[in-house]
């Protein structure tokens, strides 16, 4: 889902319910901190909704000719085109609190991916 901003810009933003415990939820949503002719760093602002969470991850279906080159504030891993970042020592915000992490993209698209999910637990 994309959200207009007062500066023009979208922010993307995600949720999804844990179904093993339906209280702890989470929201994603990435914002670019700085873009440059082929690349982009952003920054992903990971919400718990309801309950605490004690770790988190979020899903990034990359557009097409883009490709995260680094990731930091989370542990990243990949299947096919997919990266998952997971939650490192900053896994647990209180109902209602956030944490982030960042990531830089490079290709012709100067945005973060769009974020498939959120998941929390």
Known sequence: MSADRPDGSAALRAGLTNPGDPDAACTAASTTSEQWNGGCNGRVTITATGAPVSRWSATLPPR????????????????????????????????GASTSFGLTVDGSSASPPQIGACTAS
């Open 64 to 95: 097409s000719s883009q490709q995260v080159v680094s990731v930091w504030n989370g542990s990243p891993s990949r299947n096919g085109n997919v990266m998952t970042v997971r939650s490192t020592w900053n896994g647990s915000p209180a109902a």
